[in-house]
């Protein structure tokens, strides 16, 4: 097991997952090293009737598991557009929540500007900000100048779908189910061999 580090969240989300959230400022999580599911394994298309849907608050929220259909979402992004989670359900789709007060979030984003750059086929990338307000977003991105998708959560609504000790949380989705869930981070080279190694698995 890597030991890593994450930040609790600024502020409370929804009262249906305030229970599932740390509220201290920093914490150390371990990263287990569960095996992945392959979602798309033989010929069988994963059932995703059903799924969990933050547009329309319909499904059940819940601590999200390795296996589990990841709840749709569409959300705004930076530089205008918008990313529909269930338009990719064909691909791999890296999901990252993220804030510009949590520093182990901010040392990892260049990991997913490398993945960005390895031109991985069937790959989507978009990382959803928690809960500041859009100029803040738009600074931070204007000032990196990352390419990847990078989307807002104002209040929260994305955020409810899937909730967690802390941030940053990623999660890697093939074909609409998750396979691999990270909370915490170390730095950006070791992020991004993790991620490249569950998106092959």
């Known amino acids: 097991m890597s030991v890593i580090t994450a930040c609790g969240q ?51 929220v819940k601590i999200l598991e390795e296996g589990d259909i990841a709840p749709d979402f569409t959300a705004q992004l930076t530089g205008g557009g918008s990313f529909k989670l269930s338009d990719y359900d064909d691909k791999t789709v890296i999901i990252n929540f993220w804030a510009s007060w949590c520093g182990p979030c901010v040392g990892e984003m260049p990991a997913f500007e490398m993945l960005k750059n390895d031109n991985i086929e069937d790959l989507e990338i978009v990382c959803i900000n928690c809960m500041e307000d859009q100029g803040t977003v738009d600074q931070f991105a204007a000032e ?37 869930i990270f909370v915490g981070a170390m730095d950006a080279d070791y992020q991004y061999k993790e991620y490249k190694n569950a998106i092959s698995e």
């Open 10 to 60: 600024k502020e409370s989300l929804p009262e249906q997952t305030e229970s599932a959230i740390v509220t201290e400022d920093t914490s150390v999580v371990e990263n287990a090293d569960a095996a992945s599911v392959d979602a798309g394994a033989g010929s069988k298309t994963p059932d995703l009737s059903g799924r969990a849907n933050a547009d329309s608050k319909e499904g059940e």
């Open 144 to 180: 990196n100048g990352y390419t990847f998708n990078i989307g807002y959560d104002e209040d929260g609504r994305i955020e409810s779908y899937y909730p967690t000790q802390g941030i940053p949380y990623t999660l890697v989705v093939k074909k609409g189910v998750i396979s691999s």
